[in-house]
């Protein structure tokens, strides 16, 4: 899909803040609201766009700690591989999950309550998981920056 200046403004608009009009965002960009809807579906239909969520601030609602593990695998047999990212899946501690390369095999991240919480998911995601090799914790001292918005200027092909 080929996008051009108002789809990649709408994208950048939309990820800022989802709960704007489409009167506004038209009026922001120069396009009617018609013209607005019309893109906003045709880039979900196309499934540049995912979903539509809110962001809740972790530690108004009790999690005060963003953990970041680092998991070595003793097997990388895609079932088990496949075992293992289904139960990251399902832990809805788990924000973040990456397969990578390098020294170890999986990067999460994850927000818990509290050390006793993260203690309790290391024996149910790794202690109990036999095909786990070692596991590394680093805690996060301040979050910096925390998002998923993707720049707009990534769809540009002449962007360096």
Do not use: W
């Amino acid at each position: 899909m080929s996008l051009d200046a108002f789809d990649l403004a709408l994208l950048d608009a939309v990820q800022r803040d989802a709960t704007i009009s489409q009167h506004e965002l038209g009026t922001r960009i120069n396009l009617s609201p018609a013209a607005v809807n019309r893109r906003l579906k045709k880039l979900a239909a196309d499934k540049v766009t995912r979903k539509t969520v809110t962001l809740v601030n972790p530690a108004q609602v009790g999690y005060h700690l963003t953990i970041i593990t680092e998991v070595e695998v003793a097997s990388e047999r895609p079932d088990q591989l496949d075992a293992m990212k289904r139960g990251f899946l399902s832990c809805p501690q788990v924000q973040q999950c990456y397969y990578v390369a390098g020294e170890c095999d999986f990067v999460l991240i994850m927000l818990v309550k509290n050390m006793e919480q993260y203690t309790e998911l290391t024996a149910q995601l790794f202690f109990e998981n036999d095909n786990v090799k070692r596991f590394k914790t680093l805690v996060s001292m301040s979050n910096i920056k925390v998002g998923m918005e993707v720049p707009t200027d990534a769809f540009d092909p002449g962007s360096p």
